[in-house]
């Protein structure tokens, strides 16, 4: 990976983390420290993720807060739109704001677990697109604004003609960016990527990176949102199931090989990585990369420009 790297340039391939709002206290201080680490191997930006229906809003705005402008991350704030007043997107939008933080990752949101068909509330809004809209009439060109991207389908509509289509729709609507769903299927990603280039979609394309922990969170996630896992993973990582360690080492490697062809594809510079509040899966993958600097200095003052933001 070193060698190819090299060969093809691809080392100023730039990463972000995201994180969720954890639901104790002691877990926001665990989630603090935890930032403060993964901080010190330069990432672009990191992001919070929103619950859905705006439980813990206080929680996920204060933590936007405080690591924009206590910890000094670049950051960006998940937004649904589901199942919320619109006071309660107001109020997210402006603390957000007030906090310097410059970048919204506007999403519709799921339906609550009680549900099992998802309804818009009323006068709320119905699709991503619809907030984006909303957020680029309130506050202009000051937030940049991402949108959520399925190179696998959505589990409300499989069709990628049709998705792609509504991607367009996001992006028109004012959308800077996309980050992707989770995938393991490279071959897949990187047509898709084809199909959101000749729809006329120019914003950078994020992949969303799920390093592997676990055999069974590696199944279960992969389950959950419904994505392909290619044989050679299943291949690779069957018989070594019972021992975490070695799970660890294999997935690590599987996911930098997937990383690196995504880089070499030439449609992607950036990679995002759910951390899902862990730091020693995604450290690994860029170790193995060869994306984490040696000189623990390098660029701490420099202003690195957001993948997507033209003005730097
Ligand atoms: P939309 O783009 O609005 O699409 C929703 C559905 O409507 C899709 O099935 C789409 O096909 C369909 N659709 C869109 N436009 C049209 C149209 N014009 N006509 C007909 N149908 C249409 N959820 C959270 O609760 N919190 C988070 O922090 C969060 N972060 C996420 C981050 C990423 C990177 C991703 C990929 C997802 C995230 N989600 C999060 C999950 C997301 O909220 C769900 O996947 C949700 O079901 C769809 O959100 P969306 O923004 O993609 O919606």
């Given at each position: 990976l070193q060698k190819n790297r090299e060969a093809n340039g691809t080392s100023k391939a730039t990463f972000s983390f995201e994180f969720f709002v954890p639901k104790t206290s002691q877990g926001v201080q665990n989630l603090y420290d935890r930032m403060d680490r993964m901080y010190q191997t330069h990432p672009q930006f990191i992001d919070i993720t929103w619950n859905a229906g705006g439980r813990l809003s206080q929680l996920s705005t204060e933590l936007v807060s405080t690591s924009q402008s206590v910890l000094g991350l670049e950051t960006c704030m998940h937004l649904t739109c589901t199942n919320m007043p619109r006071q309660l997107i107001d109020d997210a939008l402006q603390k957000a704001y007030e906090s310097g933080c410059q970048n919204i990752l506007a999403l519709r949101g799921d339906a609550?677990?009680?549900?099992?068909e998802w309804k818009p509330c009323e006068?709320?809004?119905?699709?991503?697109k619809d907030l984006v809209r909303y957020i680029r009439e309130k506050y202009g060109d000051h937030f940049d604004i991402g949108v959520a991207g399925y190179p696998e389908g959505h589990p409300e509509e499989e069709a990628s003609p049709k998705l792609v289509q509504y991607l367009k729709e996001k992006v028109d609507a004012g959308a800077d960016f996309i980050i992707t769903q989770m995938f393991y299927d490279a071959d897949n990603f990187i047509e898709w990527c084809r199909q959101v280039r000749a729809a006329g979609i120019e914003v950078p394309i994020i992949p969303g990176i799920m390093p592997i922990t676990t055999y069974a969170a590696f199944l279960r996630r992969s389950s959950w949102c419904q994505i392909n896992v290619p044989e050679a993973f299943m291949a690779k990582l069957d018989p070594v199931k019972d021992d975490d360690q070695a799970v660890r080492e294999v997935g690590t490697e599987l996911v930098a090989q997937m990383c690196q062809k995504l880089l070499d594809s030439g449609y992607v510079t950036h990679l995002h990585m759910y951390t899902m509040n862990l730091e020693k899966a995604c450290i690994m993958v860029l170790d193995r990369l060869g994306l984490?600097?040696?000189?623990?200095?390098?660029?701490?003052?420099e202003v690195v420009p957001m993948p997507w933001r033209k003005s730097l």
């Open positions: 609550p677990i009680t549900s099992s006068g709320g809004f119905t699709y991503a984490l600097s040696e000189d623990e200095d390098i660029f701490r003052d």
